[in-house]
Structures are given as structure tokens and as C-alpha cells.
């Protein structure tokens, strides 16, 4: 009897320390601001987000295959309108929570000029961009390169990462001179960190509108719904515009 009121005392307390917090998936290209946020939101609410970062298409997989994320930040609209409809998240939350935009970047100063002109010179060995089947950010570098119809010009030169996040690192450790990356990830409060950038002309690719969403794992976690309000918030936003995103 000891024994099962110990196990049951300990399930109570396990139950109340995870409601206090919020798994969150969040998209490569969103994870520096996103971290800004969990600060802030710690703060005001209380409540602890624990985040998990990764390509958009991946966490789709993972959140089918029953992985217990109660809110997803997308890179795109499409992969929360489908878990919606696929009765594993609450179509009622979704909203898009930023807009992000592409950018050209090298790690090497001076290598990409500020009209992109360095993707027609062809000096270069390899360009890195995210996998269109798993990244938005991928996707819109592949309409960008059609766009341009530069897209079998370098279709030799391309290297792919499964992410933006790993695409960015191709670049950022030189294994690709230049790459197509979010432009969260190269500046903040509207200065370049490092290297050399080219942002990419919104009319060469389609919105990359990025949507949050609750999970069907969150529903009852007041954690994830905190966290949902607070991405609506001032304090919020002037982070994400920090990071340029609209």
C-alpha cells in the first residue's frame, strides 16, 4: 500500500512539473529568435519552453509518427493546414506567426555582391540549399534558381543539407563558398553578423509565410497556450523583426 501511494504521489508530481512546460518543434530557420523568445516568455509567464529544431518536413514525419510536440512553428503554412486536416492539430489555432526571407549568404566578406550577381559568374564549386522535399527555405531557393534560370546552369554545383540549419553550417564552415539561407540566421537588428549577403527579391519566390499551430499533444497543457498568446505579443514581435522577418 506504501508502495502505490508512493507510485501515485510520484505521478502527481510528474503530471504538474510537465504541464509547466511546452514542447515546442520549431524550424531551423526560426531557432535564434525563438530562443530570444523562451526567454521572455520564462519570464512573463512562468512556464518553460523546451525546444526542439529541425526541418519542417521532418517534425511533419515525427508528429505523425506520435512524438510528443504540443506546438509546432513552421517554415510554412501547408504542413499545419495538413496535420489540421489530418485531426492532429486544432486548425482553430493556426496563425502565421512570421514571414520570413531568403538571403544569399558566404561566409568569405566581399564574395557575394549586393545584386546576386555571383550565381550567373559561376566562380564557385559548390552552393549549398536546403532540401526542397524537407525545408521550405529549400524550396524557395529551387523558384529562385527558376526564376533566374540559372536552374541547370548549377544544378551541378548544389549541395543539399536536410535543413537550413545544416545548410547554413555547409556554408559557414566553407565545405560550400555560398548558399541560400534564411536571413535569420546571417543578421540581426538589420546588420549582416559576418561574410558577405545577397537578399533575395521576394518576387523570385512565393511568400515563405510560417504558421503556429497546436498540437493534438498540447491541447490541455496551458503551457502551449500561453506560449501561443505571447507569439502574438509586442515583445515577441520586435524580436522577430529584429531578426528580419516581417
Avoid at 510528474?14 to 512546460?21: D, L, P, Y
Avoid at 523562451?38 to 512573463?44: D, L, P, Q, Y
Avoid at 518536413?57 to 506546438?71: E, R, S, T
Amino acid at each position: 500500500m506504501v508502495r502505490n501511494l508512493c507510485s501515485l504521489l510520484l505521478f502527481i508530481f510528474v503530471g504538474a512539473c510537465s504541464a509547466q512546460e511546452v514542447q515546442v518543434a520549431v524550424a531551423a530557420n526560426f531557432a535564434a529568435p525563438m530562443k530570444e523568445i523562451a526567454r521572455g516568455f520564462e519570464i512573463s509567464s512562468g512556464y518553460k519552453a523546451a525546444l526542439s529544431v529541425g526541418a519542417t518536413g521532418k517534425f511533419y514525419a515525427q508528429i505523425k509518427n506520435a512524438a510528443p510536440f504540443d506546438i509546432l512553428l513552421a517554415a510554412d503554412q501547408v504542413t499545419a493546414t495538413r496535420l489540421a486536416e489530418e485531426q492532429l492539430a486544432n486548425a482553430k489555432t493556426q496563425f502565421t506567426y512570421a514571414v520570413g526571407k531568403l538571403v544569399l549568404w558566404s561566409a568569405t566578406p566581399g564574395f557575394v555582391d549586393a545584386q546576386g550577381a555571383v550565381l550567373k559568374s559561376g566562380h564557385f564549386k559548390h552552393i549549398a540549399i536546403a532540401s526542397p522535399l524537407q525545408a521550405p527555405y529549400g524550396e524557395a531557393a529551387i523558384q529562385t534558381l527558376k526564376s533566374l534560370n540559372l536552374s541547370e546552369k548549377i544544378a551541378a554545383s548544389i549541395v543539399t543539407g536536410e535543413s537550413i540549419g545544416q545548410t547554413f553550417a555547409f556554408v559557414a564552415t566553407g565545405n560550400a563558398e555560398l548558399g541560400f539561407v534564411a536571413l535569420s540566421q546571417v543578421s540581426n537588428n538589420g546588420q549582416l553578423q559576418s561574410g558577405s549577403a545577397w537578399i533575395v527579391p521576394q518576387n523570385l519566390y512565393s511568400p515563405l509565410r510560417q504558421d503556429a499551430i497546436l498540437l493534438k499533444h498540447g491541447q490541455d497543457n496551458p503551457a502551449a497556450l500561453a506560449l501561443l498568446v505571447y507569439l502574438k505579443s509586442d515583445a515577441a514581435k520586435k524580436i522577430m523583426r529584429s531578426f528580419g522577418y516581417d
